[in-house]
């Protein structure tokens, strides 16, 4: 890693500011233009020309230069991650030896950094979340990181947009000293649409995209405080992979569980949790029903297409096509249709099943198919 | 063409029977599996291992040996033709010059042979439709050629199964002496789908496939009474192609007419026509749900695969898939879908929609896309 800012608008004072991405995931509901071996953060979903993964670490660049980026991520993934960021220092690619779900992956860039510096801030950010607002993004994220020095950990609070089930949702509690921020009450699961209908209208719930900032201190001590099965292995872990040493063994033994459910719900519970709302375009672009969203495609209106649009004739016809393959694809008469059209597999299917590729995708698995997912 | 019968189980009696199967239409509406340069009668269409053309052949061999067969077909496709049916003498393939409907296509095989063969029986049939039962067809077919040899044109009418709007009709008149054979009142175009459903109700209708059988003598006749601005050049012109010499300004001055409005509905007014009604699993897969259904898939039921089934994955799903790219393909939630999926061109419509693959081909040739039509 490197240990110095070098110049660039930073804003997030004397503190030292790390960011990291992790990047796992495998973006199952986006088969099969997002693959196992090519998952969506690395992929250029919404054909700005950068991936999810480049986007991310662009969209930092005013508080961590590419020197002050950790990404964590899988073998199968670390080749493509240092193509797609060349700059990225050989330390700063934390490789899992097997997935261990967030927590794990959250836990060991907060030990490695714990070892290295000790005294620096820590942002968490997901590679493959798209923003659509940086100015925004920067704005809240300079709000977290001053908010973060207290020693409380700080998620940053999505403003919903509308009621969806597809996220887990933070409530607010009562107001923080800094403008603008408030503690975490409570950390809720992905509820019901109804559920999810009344935290809408409360204005008093969030989404929770999964981003948070506290002192490298402060992410270890809950760590070792709420989930030590995490905390002690992984700084075992942290030092032996800083010296060079495997540390397989040690990581197949870890708990796989998320880091909401690990460290961050309880504490929330020990008021150990601020959250920053903010409102800057943010989009996870699960599914290709908010693929289409994403690429300005209203329900019920034309045919969106991400990728080659020369090669898509629709005739009477309203959904979304993904051409990757160079094929004429030519649609008559079908409506909310996805098609994805890439060069060795082919989905069709509605918008409306938009959520259950990922079940399609895990049951060709257990029929073999591994090749093509 | 080939000058003696050689053996086999012939019936068509005595006087020497040639089959004449005019290849032309491309198959629009099965675009993209059927193309401009490898057209319907071409293709697999059903896998049974050989093409319609050969299977049409095949069909023909208890009463025309391959070198009683004339196809009659375009320059485009003379070459495929020829490997097709490698057995097919160099004389029996009549390359049109230019597409001229099929009113020049019958004339010219009918003229050719009355400069050879001029006390010849010679059937007509359609290089492109299906027969399920060889025998019964082979049954209906001797009757016809027998009715013939009294100097009638006799039409092979198809029993309908349904109330289709999709072919033309044929009227029975008063029987006639052979048993099983009747007079033509008239041929009809093709109806309003409630004009077809009287017709199917009153048992008096057939549908006309295009198959019919007569004297050379007495085909050249009724060319020469009621259709002289087409007989009198085709004589010119036969004489011309069996010399060898080019006739190619001749034909492109030709009508370009269908048979039946030129010949056959002003014959069967005069009395000339006779049909002989038959089922023999007959078939015209013109479009995508016809294929669908001759391949045994019944209305909203489960996927029918034309192609590698292996490769195909339906979930939840209904219709017809065309694998011949040999890419996985995957359905999730789509009802009488139909996709058909070829090395350079995906179509994704609906079997409603079946009818309408013409149009957006026609629409695509019109955008200047004739590479993949």
Chains 1, 2 share one sequence.
Do not use: C
Request: no cysteine; aromatic share 8%.
């Amino acid at each position: 890693m490197g240990e110095s800012k070098s110049g660039g608008a930073k804003t997030a004072g004397s503190q030292s500011f790390y960011a990291v991405i992790p990047a796992g995931g495998s973006g199952t509901r986006l088969w099969p233009l997002s693959r196992s071996q090519e998952p969506k953060f690395l992929l250029d979903l919404l054909g700005t020309g950068n991936s999810l993964l480049v986007d991310t670490v662009k969209r930092l660049a005013p508080f961590a230069n590419v020197d002050e980026i950790m990404v964590v991520t899988g073998e199968a993934h670390e080749k493509l991650v240092r193509t797609q960021v060349p700059a990225l220092p050989l330390a700063n690619v934390l490789v899992e030896p097997s997935p261990k779900n967030s927590a794990a992956a959250v836990g060991l860039a907060a030990y490695v950094l714990a070892e290295s510096f000790p005294d620096a801030v820590v942002g968490f950010f997901a590679a493959d979340h798209v923003v659509s607002d940086d100015d925004a993004f920067h704005s809240v994220l300079a709000t977290a990181i001053e908010a973060a020095k207290s020693g409380h950990l700080v998620t940053i609070g999505i403003s919903p947009t509308e009621p969806s089930s597809a996220f887990g949702y933070i409530k607010k509690g009562k107001a923080n000293d800094l403008s603008g921020v408030f503690h975490v009450q409570e950390f809720v699961e992905k509820p019901s649409f109804k559920d999810a209908e009344r935290f809408v209208a409360s204005g008093n719930y969030f989404w929770n995209a999964g981003i948070f900032v506290g002192t490298v201190q402060a992410i270890v001590d809950s760590f070792d405080k709420f989930s030590p099965a995490l905390g002690t292995p992984l700084r075992d872990i942290a030092k032996r992979l800083l010296a060079g040493d495997d540390f397989s063994e040690l990581w197949s033994e870890l708990p796989s569980q998320a880091f909401d459910y690990a460290v961050a719900e309880p504490a929330a519970a020990d008021g150990r949790f601020l959250v920053v709302p903010g409102s800057f375009g943010w989009r996870d672009v699960g599914d290709f029903a908010s693929l289409a969203q994403a690429q300005g495609g209203a329900a019920g209106s034309e045919v969106t297409v991400v990728g080659d649009a020369a090669k898509v004739h629709p005739r009477d016809s309203t959904g979304i096509v993904v051409a990757t393959s160079g094929r004429i694809i030519t649609l008559l008469g079908v409506h909310d249709i996805v098609v994805v059209d890439t060069p060795d597999a082919l989905l069709v299917t509605t918008k409306e099943h938009a959520q259950d590729v990922k079940q399609v995708v895990e049951q060709m698995r257990a029929e073999g198919l591994d090749g093509v997912l």
